[in-house]
């Protein structure tokens, strides 16, 4: 099965950007959004954008995406979000489906079993970071975006559920130790 990557955008009746995000089946996650999402009952358009070559470009288009427009809604990557719209802290890095961290948490690609038991990378999540005690090279990516965007290393830590120092290594072993 081909993942159908969708970033996608609610906006109000007037036009309002009001949540950006991101799926691999998003009419479920709209369906989702349904059925537990603030904005949800104020939402008048949702818009689609598809062609995208892979959940880490995905992830990256959403990631600047939220940064740029700023929507309402949206509590990752967004620093200034209200307090009442941020997520359930996770109390570690294997606690599937929570966010890694508050008040900054990020939206990590994910690594889920397949039908053939097989490993596959699916986007919206914040579970798997960690593969045989290190970090997995999506979260290893997912934090190099985030230094690029701006955030400080200990922000990007505490995000991932690691300390400063891993956070470091593994960064600097992505780029041949240098």
């Known amino acids: 099965m081909t993942a159908d990557l969708v970033l996608y955008r609610f906006f109000d009746a007037d036009g309002g950007l009001l949540y950006i995000g991101q799926s691999v089946q998003a009419w479920a996650r709209f369906d989702a959004h349904r059925k537990g999402a603030e904005f949800y009952s104020v939402a008048a358009t949702i818009t689609l954008e598809r062609g ?4 880490l470009e995905l992830s990256r288009a959403e990631l600047l995406a939220i940064r740029s427009e700023r929507p309402r809604f949206n509590v990752a990557h967004t620093p200034n979000a209200p307090v ?9 890095p294997h606690h599937c489906g929570k966010s890694m961290g508050d008040p900054h948490h990020v939206v990590v690609v994910c690594r889920e079993r397949d039908e053939s038991e097989g ?4 986007p919206g999540g914040v579970h798997g970071c960690w593969e045989h005690g290190v970090l ?7 934090a190099r975006v985030l230094r690029e965007a701006g955030e400080p290393v200990e922000r990007i830590a505490v995000t991932l559920g690691v300390g400063r120092a891993t956070l470091y290594r593994a960064l600097r072993d992505d780029d041949g130790g240098a």
């Open 119 to 122: 490993l596959q990378a699916v």
């Open 136 to 142: 997995t090279e999506d979260a290893v990516w997912q």
């Open 52 to 55: 995208f070559a892979s959940p």
């Open 84 to 92: 009442s719209h941020r997520r359930e802290v996770c109390q570690g």
